[in-house]
């Protein structure tokens, strides 16, 4: 079984001398900034001018450009969206680093693939959340926190692991367990997890049910509470107690279906294309054509969005939504309220 590390077993000496700078302010910035100065760690912010920066500054963080947070810090932990950070590191990171400092990622795309390459004298070290960066906050101010990976690429003054794990027990991950990984298993289980299972194969799986349903004939609503609205209550059971659990709640003619149609749903050729996406992704040729993508400006990225923005669940969802207040958690409001 991997080694699970806890907070106990984690010496945080070695990030407390250091002072800490988190570029970027987003969902994950946030959450690491504030989580890391509550757990007494000394934090700075690095930003462009902007809507973040406000927020930072508002929060209490003295908030510096990218280039001088880098300047004034230790260890640099890169929040910044994976396909802005080669163009920031190489203009405004790189230029600062100094010989012995580290810096960090919370996902290794662009280590991985290459887009950055770190110099030679620094160290390299990963710290990933399998989680989005508002639960990290929220878990962490209820007293509990989102698990972990943490890797290390290179590894110059000897503490790369000890950083790693400090940093990890500085955001609360250390509460839930933090895993050892490499940048090269959590890049590909990160980008085949979000394709073929949570973001890609869940959105497919939930709209080809509506689509058979309302198809059939049965009206949207339904079809909506069916096969979107019931699969939080799900998954919450899932998470609670994985699939025993969730078949111990559900009625013994939903477990039979579940055994005997499930299957037939996701069979072989469904495994065979998660093969495919998985060797495109081991490949490089998934992170090429992300790449590309946005070098041409996203031309595909917006178009297939504004399409699967019309869908009809997302419309028969959302006037549902609205009769049901109660469904809209703390994330959705913040959401909305960072939008304003
Ligand atoms: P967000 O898009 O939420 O936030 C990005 C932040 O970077 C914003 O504060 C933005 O500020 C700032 N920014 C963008 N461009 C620049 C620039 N050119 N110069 C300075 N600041 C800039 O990012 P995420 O938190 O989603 O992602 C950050 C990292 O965390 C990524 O590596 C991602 O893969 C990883 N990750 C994310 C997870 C998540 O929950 N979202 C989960 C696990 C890992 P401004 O307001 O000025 O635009
Ligand atoms: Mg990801
Ligand atoms: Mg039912």
Known sequence: MAKVYYEKEIDKQVLQEKKIAVVGYGSQGHAHALNLRESGYDVVVGLRPGKSQQKAEEDGFKVYSVADAVKVADVVMV???????????????????????????AHGFNIHFNQIVPPSDVDVFLVAPKGPGHLVRRTYEGGAGVPALYGVFQDVTGNAKQLSLAYSQGIGAARAGVLETSF???TET????????????????????????????????????????EVKLIVDLLYEGGLENMRYSVSDTAQWGDFVSGPRVINDETKARMKEVLSEVQSGEFAKGWILENKANRPQFYAINALENQHPIEKVGKELRDLMPFVKQPLQATKEKQKD
């Open 79 to 105: 929040l910044l969206p994976d396909e802005h950070q080669t163009e920031v590191y190489e203009a405004s990171i790189k230029p600062n680093l100094q010989s012995g400092n580290a810096m960090a990622f």
């Open 184 to 186: 090269q298993e959590e």
């Open 190 to 229: 990160d980008l085949f997890g979000e394709q073929a299972v949570l973001c890609g194969g869940l959105t497919n799986l939930i709209k080809a049910g509506f689509e058979t349903l309302t198809e059939a004939g049965y009206q949207p609503e339904v079809a909506y509470f069916e096969c979107m609205h």
